[in-house]
């Protein structure tokens, strides 16, 4: 079982960066591949990253281009998002998952745990 609480999320101008955290608590945390999801109002969850349980590989949505970098500290058991260039399309519900499963790691239905979410808002 894994626990999982994100923070960091807030309300920011264009162009302003953001960092979002993941805590994981459970005793293998360190094992899981790690995603952050998010779902705008009308919209549904979508992929924006994701880190495999050492570090060494990531993945990014296309629309990050650029702008996000997603990291993690097994020491700390903490997962971070990175966000930069924000753009007001970014306003979301942001998600921290997590997986022990093989993969497709951009797809929802492959993580077995959530955390509750964090509001980013991005203004004009």
């Known amino acids: 079982q894994v626990q999982l609480v994100e923070s960091g999320g807030g309300l920011v101008q264009a162009g302003d960066s953001l960092r979002l955290s993941c805590a994981a608590s459970?005793?293998?945390?360190?094992?899981?591949?790690m995603g952050w999801f998010r779902q705008a109002p009308g919209k549904e969850r979508e992929f924006v990253a994701g880190?495999?349980?050492?570090?060494?590989?990531?993945l990014y949505a296309n629309f990050v281009e650029g702008r996000f970098t997603i990291s993690r500290d097994n020491a700390e058991n903490t997962v971070l998002l990175q966000m930069g260039s924000l753009k007001p399309e970014d306003t979301a519900v942001y998600y921290c998952?997590?997986?022990?499963?093989?993969?497709?790691?951009?797809?929802?239905?492959?993580?077995?745990?959530w955390g509750q979410g964090t509001q980013v808002t991005v203004s004009l």
């Open positions: 998952a997590a997986t022990n499963k093989v993969g497709p790691f951009r797809l929802a239905r492959s993580y077995d745990y």
């Open positions: 459970g005793r293998t945390a360190s094992a899981y591949a």
């Open positions: 880190i495999n349980s050492r570090g060494s590989g990531t």
